[in-house]
């Protein structure tokens, strides 16, 4: 069963820094005299430290009006934590914001409250995007939502541990086989967690995925229907069971276990493997710790993709700002403003422009192995209505089928239903 979505880059040519920012056929504005912007964006430093996101927004606001005289950009910048509910809550009492940055979109989309970005932005700068990144933003074949940042996963080993388990340094597990005896090994050598498996409620989807993957599963088939308890998953989770989480190779009940918790416990020494993504790079390199990476094992070798993630920026319609919104996201977008902050927190370029210059970066060589999975990762089909509430019902509940003693079967068929349901609702 064909269940990947593979990322290409434009077939109709990059376009230069002009290219994206230069409009076309963009009028129906607010009319005469000066517009302000609201933007709200997510924080992917600090809140209040000296790597806030919102130091960038603020002079690149600064900057953009400083060229645009007519139009200024009020920029609040939320957690994480605050940004979900945050948002909902302006849009839900009438009050969206003009553009926002956030990891969802489509049920703005499908309620006909968010511009398409072909009314946003010109050809040349749509042409920009990775093509499969685009396509993840639309709904119903129509693109609302613009990749801001994108992320791939690779799989992470401790060499220090590899070398007091009697393991090669150098050779990271291959097949879901070798990963067990690795494990079996590193427990043997009294590691603490050899396989560091989150699947609790922080990003319970992503290490989920990363296992299907594994075994020609994934949460949709090619043409979006979902596929959650398809036997590829269950079979997945039955492994997962049987050969990781009762023999103790990982940590006690994974599904109560967060993502950051094993990525601290593996900066710390704790943990032989884990996924991972650029963050966990850096917080290993702040630790002066020794690991190494390779591919996503699969059930028979290296798995043929990974996971890609990715956040999105959209614009409302309420303000009637189009015109305006389109000039600053085509400013956003502009290869030297989107590399400025894709480098500086270890994320993924969205366009073909900024990921050729961090290929020739040799300050980002440590994300060329995740740049160079981005053609092959799979992203969460954030374009179905229901794939947000299906999404944090797979967060709170998947690792079940993982735990000791569960039942994979019953678990994923029990998510099929009400993403079923949901997707249902959705289209009604």
């Known amino acids: 069963m064909e269940r990947r979505r593979f990322l290409g880059m434009a077939a109709t040519g990059v376009a230069g820094a002009a290219g994206m920012t230069a409009l076309s056929g963009c009028g129906g504005g607010p009319g005469s005299g000066k517009v302000t912007l609201k933007l709200v964006a997510a924080d992917y430093g600090t809140p209040g430290g000296n790597n806030s996101s919102k130091i960038y927004w603020r002079k690149l606001a600064d900057e953009f009006t400083r060229k645009n005289p007519d139009i200024a950009v009020d920029v609040t910048v939320h957690s994480w934590n605050d940004i979900g509910k945050k948002l909902t809550e302006m849009v839900d009492k009438g009050n969206p914001p003009d553009i926002a940055q956030v990891d969802s979109y489509a049920d703005w989309a499908a309620e006909g409250k968010l511009y398409k970005v072909n009314e946003l932005l010109p050809i040349p700068a749509q ?12 709904v119903q074949r129509v693109q609302y939502g613009l990749p801001f940042v994108a992320s791939t996963r690779v ?15 150098d050779e990271p597990p291959e097949s879901w086989e070798d990963l067990k005896s690795a494990a079996r090994a590193l427990k043997s050598a009294g590691v603490k967690i050899p396989y560091g498996l989150p699947l609790g409620p922080e990003e319970a989807q992503g290490e989920a995925l990363m296992w299907m993957l594994g075994n020609g599963g994934s949460y949709v088939d090619s043409v979006g229907n979902y596929t959650i308890n398809s036997p590829e998953n269950v079979e997945t989770f039955q492994w997962l069971r049987d050969n990781l989480v009762t023999p103790g190779y990982t940590e006690p009940g994974p599904q109560r276990v967060d993502r950051q918790k094993m990525f601290e416990a593996f900066t710390e020494g704790q943990v032989g493997i884990l996924n991972g993504h650029p963050t966990l790079m850096q917080q290993a390199d702040k630790k002066h710790l020794s690991y190494g990476t390779g591919k996503l094992p699969g059930s028979n070798g290296p798995a043929e993709g990974t996971l890609g993630v990715a956040d999105w920026m959209m614009a409302f319609r309420k303000n009637g700002h189009r015109e305006a919104c389109g000039k600053f996201l085509a ?13 500086q927190y270890g994320l993924l370029p969205v366009t073909t422009s900024a990921s050729r210059r961090m290929r020739k970066d040799k300050k980002q060589k440590k994300l060329w192995p995740f740049l160079d999975q981005i053609a092959g990762a799979e992203f969460y089909p954030v374009g179905k209505v229901s794939w947000a509430s299906t999404s944090a019902v797979i967060k709170k509940t998947i690792g079940q089928a993982a735990a000791k003693g569960g039942d994979p079967k019953a678990v994923l068929t029990s998510l099929q239903r009400k993403a079923e349901a949901e997707e249902e609702a959705g289209a009604s």
Do not use: Q
Request: net charge negative; no cysteine.
């Open 127 to 138: 042409a920009e995007f990775l093509v499969s990144l685009a396509e993840a933003g639309e």
């Open 155 to 169: 799989l992470f080993y401790n060499k220090d541990l590899f070398k007091k388990a009697g393991l090669d340094p």
């Open 331 to 343: 400013f956003v977008f502009d290869e030297k403003n989107h590399y400025a902050f894709t480098s």
